[in-house]
């Protein structure tokens, strides 16, 4: 089984890969029966100011062997934005 610092940096590269686009880190990870769930926070459009980015996150399943399981875009929000409950 994947450490959890592992599954983090294998869920990131994932995200990567299958969006093209860079990822500002993770910032959830939770173990499951058989790998890992990791949210994985993106920048989806870059602007000027970096205050204005668009970011997105990612929920991302990955098995034992660190092989992609699944990948969804859960959120989109501006950077610096507060989540409100």
């Known amino acids: 089984m994947l450490s959890a ?3 983090a940096e294998v869920a990131a ?3 990567t890969e299958m969006t093209g ?6 910032v959830g990870i939770k173990r499951s029966d058989d790998g890992w769930s990791v ?4 920048v989806e459009t870059q602007r000027i ?8 996150t990612y929920e991302v ?5 660190g092989e992609l399981v699944s990948y969804r875009r859960v959120g989109r ?3 610096g934005q507060v989540e409100r409950k």
Request: hydrophobic share 40%; glycine share 4%; no cysteine.
């Open 77 to 79: 929000y501006l950077r």
């Open 61 to 65: 399943e990955v098995d034992a062997d």
């Open 5 to 7: 610092s592992d599954a």
């Open 39 to 42: 949210t994985v926070e993106v």
């Open 49 to 56: 100011p970096d205050s204005a980015d668009i970011l997105a």
């Open 13 to 15: 590269h994932h995200v």
């Open 21 to 26: 686009r860079s990822t500002e880190g993770v």
